[in-house]
Protein backbone atom coordinates (compact mmCIF):
# COMPACT_ATOMS: atom_id res chain seq x y z
CA UNK A 1 0.00 0.00 0.00
CA UNK A 2 1.33 3.54 -0.68
CA UNK A 3 1.70 6.00 2.65
CA UNK A 4 -1.62 8.00 1.30
CA UNK A 5 -3.86 4.86 1.01
CA UNK A 6 -5.76 3.76 4.04
CA UNK A 7 -7.93 0.82 2.69
CA UNK A 8 -7.48 -1.29 -0.50
CA UNK A 9 -9.35 -4.22 -1.69
CA UNK A 10 -9.07 -5.65 -5.06
CA UNK A 11 -11.70 -8.13 -6.74
CA UNK A 12 -14.01 -7.86 -2.86
CA UNK A 13 -16.93 -10.20 -3.37
CA UNK A 14 -19.08 -11.70 -0.71
CA UNK A 15 -21.63 -14.68 -1.00
CA UNK A 16 -24.09 -15.67 2.07
CA UNK A 17 -25.88 -18.89 1.26
CA UNK A 18 -25.38 -19.13 -2.00
CA UNK A 19 -26.45 -15.44 -2.70
CA UNK A 20 -24.30 -13.01 -4.19
CA UNK A 21 -24.42 -9.41 -2.63
CA UNK A 22 -21.49 -7.92 -3.96
CA UNK A 23 -18.72 -9.27 -6.42
CA UNK A 24 -15.83 -7.45 -8.34
CA UNK A 25 -15.34 -4.66 -6.76
CA UNK A 26 -12.31 -1.87 -6.66
CA UNK A 27 -12.03 0.37 -3.28
CA UNK A 28 -9.22 2.65 -2.72
CA UNK A 29 -9.64 5.15 0.26
CA UNK A 30 -7.04 7.71 0.68
CA UNK A 31 -6.28 10.18 3.20
CA UNK A 32 -7.53 13.65 2.59
CA UNK A 33 -10.19 12.31 -0.05
CA UNK A 34 -13.34 11.78 0.19
CA UNK A 35 -15.06 8.52 -1.42
CA UNK A 36 -19.04 8.63 -1.81
CA UNK A 37 -20.78 5.02 -2.38
CA UNK A 38 -23.65 5.13 -3.93
CA UNK A 39 -26.17 2.39 -4.84
CA UNK A 40 -29.44 1.88 -5.28
CA UNK A 41 -31.52 -0.03 -1.76
CA UNK A 42 -30.44 -3.42 -2.04
CA UNK A 43 -27.00 -2.61 -3.97
CA UNK A 44 -24.45 -3.96 -1.79
CA UNK A 45 -23.34 -0.53 0.08
CA UNK A 46 -24.09 -1.79 3.49
CA UNK A 47 -22.07 -4.93 3.07
CA UNK A 48 -19.08 -3.08 1.39
CA UNK A 49 -18.67 -0.77 4.33
CA UNK A 50 -18.78 -3.62 6.51
CA UNK A 51 -16.02 -5.43 4.45
CA UNK A 52 -14.06 -1.77 4.11
CA UNK A 53 -14.15 -1.69 8.50
CA UNK A 54 -13.82 -5.65 9.00
CA UNK A 55 -17.13 -6.66 10.31
CA UNK A 56 -17.26 -8.85 7.46
CA UNK A 57 -14.41 -11.30 5.78
CA UNK A 58 -14.78 -11.23 1.83
CA UNK A 59 -15.98 -14.56 0.43
CA UNK A 60 -13.66 -13.35 -2.68
CA UNK A 61 -10.66 -10.79 -2.93
CA UNK A 62 -8.35 -9.18 -1.02
CA UNK A 63 -9.15 -6.08 1.54
CA UNK A 64 -5.98 -4.40 2.88
CA UNK A 65 -5.99 -1.33 6.03
CA UNK A 66 -3.14 0.63 7.33
CA UNK A 67 -1.66 -0.21 10.52
CA UNK A 68 -3.11 1.39 13.19
CA UNK A 69 -5.76 2.80 11.26
CA UNK A 70 -8.28 4.75 13.44
CA UNK A 71 -12.24 4.84 12.08
CA UNK A 72 -14.94 6.94 13.77
CA UNK A 73 -18.20 5.73 12.33
CA UNK A 74 -21.61 7.48 12.36
CA UNK A 75 -24.28 5.22 11.90
CA UNK A 76 -27.56 6.05 9.48
CA UNK A 77 -30.06 6.84 12.52
CA UNK A 78 -30.26 6.59 16.42
CA UNK A 79 -32.91 4.62 18.47
CA UNK A 80 -32.69 5.93 22.04
CA UNK A 81 -36.06 4.69 23.85
CA UNK A 82 -38.01 7.32 25.42
CA UNK A 83 -37.95 6.13 28.73
CA UNK A 84 -34.01 6.50 28.77
CA UNK A 85 -32.75 9.49 30.38
CA UNK A 86 -29.82 10.34 28.59
CA UNK A 87 -28.87 14.00 27.99
CA UNK A 88 -26.05 14.61 25.23
CA UNK A 89 -23.09 14.85 26.92
CA UNK A 90 -23.64 11.31 28.99
CA UNK A 91 -24.29 9.81 25.44
CA UNK A 92 -21.14 11.15 23.99
CA UNK A 93 -19.40 9.77 27.46
CA UNK A 94 -20.07 6.50 26.51
CA UNK A 95 -17.80 6.78 23.66
CA UNK A 96 -15.07 8.79 25.18
CA UNK A 97 -14.96 9.86 28.79
CA UNK A 98 -12.53 12.37 28.59
CA UNK A 99 -14.36 15.82 29.33
CA UNK A 100 -11.97 17.78 27.23
CA UNK A 101 -12.14 15.48 24.12
CA UNK A 102 -16.04 15.70 24.39
CA UNK A 103 -15.75 19.48 24.49
CA UNK A 104 -13.54 20.00 21.10
CA UNK A 105 -16.03 17.72 19.45
CA UNK A 106 -18.90 19.10 20.42
CA UNK A 107 -17.22 22.26 19.36
CA UNK A 108 -16.50 21.13 15.93
CA UNK A 109 -19.37 20.36 14.92
CA UNK A 110 -21.48 23.22 16.77
CA UNK A 111 -23.59 20.88 19.20
CA UNK A 112 -21.92 22.46 22.55
CA UNK A 113 -25.06 24.31 23.59
CA UNK A 114 -27.34 20.94 23.33
CA UNK A 115 -24.64 18.85 25.85
CA UNK A 116 -27.46 19.38 28.59
CA UNK A 117 -30.74 18.59 26.21
CA UNK A 118 -32.10 15.29 26.49
CA UNK A 119 -31.06 13.50 23.24
CA UNK A 120 -34.83 12.56 22.61
CA UNK A 121 -35.68 16.27 22.10
CA UNK A 122 -33.15 16.67 19.36
CA UNK A 123 -34.02 17.92 15.16
CA UNK A 124 -32.86 15.48 12.66
CA UNK A 125 -30.05 17.84 12.03
CA UNK A 126 -28.72 17.99 15.51
CA UNK A 127 -28.91 14.39 16.35
CA UNK A 128 -26.71 14.03 13.24
CA UNK A 129 -24.27 16.28 14.35
CA UNK A 130 -23.86 14.64 17.81
CA UNK A 131 -23.12 10.70 16.02
CA UNK A 132 -20.70 13.16 13.99
CA UNK A 133 -19.15 14.24 17.40
CA UNK A 134 -18.99 10.99 18.60
CA UNK A 135 -17.44 9.51 15.48
CA UNK A 136 -14.98 11.96 16.00
CA UNK A 137 -14.17 11.27 19.39
CA UNK A 138 -11.04 8.93 18.45
CA UNK A 139 -9.23 10.93 16.21
CA UNK A 140 -9.75 9.20 13.41
CA UNK A 141 -8.07 8.76 10.01
CA UNK A 142 -10.90 7.65 8.64
CA UNK A 143 -14.38 8.91 8.43
CA UNK A 144 -17.41 6.65 7.86
CA UNK A 145 -20.34 8.09 7.34
CA UNK A 146 -23.55 6.14 6.53
CA UNK A 147 -26.65 8.16 4.84
CA UNK A 148 -25.51 11.49 6.98
CA UNK A 149 -27.81 13.65 5.84
CA UNK A 150 -30.49 11.03 6.78
CA UNK A 151 -33.95 13.20 7.62
CA UNK A 152 -32.28 16.42 7.09
CA UNK A 153 -34.07 19.37 4.78
CA UNK A 154 -31.99 19.98 1.83
CA UNK A 155 -30.73 23.08 3.36
CA UNK A 156 -29.74 21.35 6.35
CA UNK A 157 -27.83 18.78 3.85
CA UNK A 158 -25.76 21.34 2.57
CA UNK A 159 -24.62 22.71 5.82
CA UNK A 160 -23.80 19.10 6.94
CA UNK A 161 -22.03 18.27 3.65
CA UNK A 162 -19.77 21.82 4.46
CA UNK A 163 -18.99 20.72 7.53
CA UNK A 164 -17.80 17.32 6.56
CA UNK A 165 -15.90 18.87 3.69
CA UNK A 166 -14.20 21.09 6.51
CA UNK A 167 -13.28 18.52 8.86
CA UNK A 168 -11.58 16.86 6.18
CA UNK A 169 -9.78 19.77 5.04
CA UNK A 170 -8.65 20.81 9.19
CA UNK A 171 -8.04 17.13 10.64
CA UNK A 172 -6.37 15.62 6.95
CA UNK A 173 -8.52 12.64 7.55
CA UNK A 174 -10.26 10.36 4.77
CA UNK A 175 -13.73 10.66 4.66
CA UNK A 176 -15.83 7.42 3.20
CA UNK A 177 -19.88 8.17 2.87
CA UNK A 178 -22.75 5.74 2.02
CA UNK A 179 -26.01 7.59 0.03
CA UNK A 180 -28.38 6.31 -2.17
CA UNK A 181 -28.15 9.42 -4.13
CA UNK A 182 -25.48 11.57 -5.72
CA UNK A 183 -27.35 14.82 -6.24
CA UNK A 184 -26.22 16.93 -3.56
CA UNK A 185 -23.48 14.41 -2.00
CA UNK A 186 -21.73 15.11 -5.20
CA UNK A 187 -20.94 18.54 -4.57
CA UNK A 188 -18.76 17.78 -1.73
CA UNK A 189 -17.15 14.48 -2.89
CA UNK A 190 -13.60 13.92 -4.47
CA UNK A 191 -14.62 10.22 -6.14
CA UNK A 192 -17.96 8.72 -6.22
CA UNK A 193 -17.97 4.65 -6.26
CA UNK A 194 -21.56 3.73 -7.99
CA UNK A 195 -22.21 -0.09 -7.10
CA UNK A 196 -25.18 -2.12 -8.17
CA UNK A 197 -23.74 -5.10 -6.45
CA UNK A 198 -21.07 -4.65 -9.02
CA UNK A 199 -19.03 -1.93 -9.64
CA UNK A 200 -21.49 0.41 -12.40
CA UNK A 201 -19.09 3.26 -12.92
CA UNK A 202 -16.49 4.97 -10.79
CA UNK A 203 -14.42 8.57 -11.20
CA UNK A 204 -15.11 12.01 -10.10
CA UNK A 205 -18.47 13.05 -9.46
CA UNK A 206 -19.24 15.08 -12.61
CA UNK A 207 -18.28 12.13 -14.94
CA UNK A 208 -20.33 9.51 -12.93
CA UNK A 209 -23.40 11.94 -13.34
CA UNK A 210 -23.47 11.28 -16.85
CA UNK A 211 -21.92 7.96 -17.20
CA UNK A 212 -24.97 5.81 -19.17
CA UNK A 213 -24.57 3.20 -15.99
CA UNK A 214 -25.36 6.30 -13.38
CA UNK A 215 -27.88 7.41 -15.73
CA UNK A 216 -29.61 3.97 -16.14
CA UNK A 217 -30.17 3.31 -12.31
CA UNK A 218 -31.31 6.74 -10.92
CA UNK A 219 -32.21 8.76 -13.95
CA UNK A 220 -31.02 11.50 -16.22
CA UNK A 221 -31.50 14.40 -13.48
CA UNK A 222 -29.62 17.70 -14.16
CA UNK A 223 -26.98 17.23 -10.78
CA UNK A 224 -25.87 20.89 -10.97
CA UNK A 225 -29.32 22.11 -10.20
CA UNK A 226 -29.43 20.13 -7.43
CA UNK A 227 -25.71 19.79 -6.13
CA UNK A 228 -26.61 23.29 -3.93
CA UNK A 229 -22.58 23.26 -2.82
CA UNK A 230 -19.70 23.17 -4.59
CA UNK A 231 -16.42 22.89 -2.87
CA UNK A 232 -12.91 24.63 -4.36
CA UNK A 233 -10.11 22.98 -3.89
CA UNK A 234 -8.09 26.22 -4.25
CA UNK A 235 -7.55 26.87 -0.22
CA UNK A 236 -7.64 25.20 2.94
CA UNK A 237 -9.22 26.13 6.71
CA UNK A 238 -7.68 26.96 9.43
CA UNK A 239 -8.57 25.36 12.77
CA UNK A 240 -11.89 28.16 12.61
CA UNK A 241 -12.87 27.35 9.60
CA UNK A 242 -11.38 30.16 7.90
CA UNK A 243 -10.23 30.62 4.73
CA UNK A 244 -6.48 30.82 3.85
CA UNK A 245 -6.34 30.30 0.11
CA UNK A 246 -3.17 29.43 -1.26
CA UNK A 247 -0.64 31.96 -2.07
CA UNK A 248 -0.65 32.45 -6.00
CA UNK A 249 2.72 32.38 -7.79
CA UNK A 250 2.60 35.81 -8.53
CA UNK A 251 2.44 37.17 -5.38
CA UNK A 252 6.11 36.19 -4.75
CA UNK A 253 7.21 38.55 -6.84
Known sequence: MKAEQLIVGRDLGVSVNGRQLIRHIDLEVSRRRILTVI??????????????LGLLQPTQGK?????????????QRLHVPE?????VLRFLSLTHPDPDRLQDSARLVSVSHLLDRPIQGLSGGETQR??????????????VLDEPVQGIDVNGQSELYR????????RGCAVMMVSHDLHLVMAATDEVLCINQHVCCSGHPDAVSKHPAYLDLFGAIDAKTLAVYTHRHDHRHDMH?????????????
Open 39 to 52: GPNGAGKTTLVRVA
Open 63 to 75: IERAPGLRIGYMP
Open 83 to 87: SMPLT
Open 130 to 143: VLLARALLGDPDLL
Open 163 to 170: LIVRLRDE
Open 241 to 253: GDVIRAAREHDHG
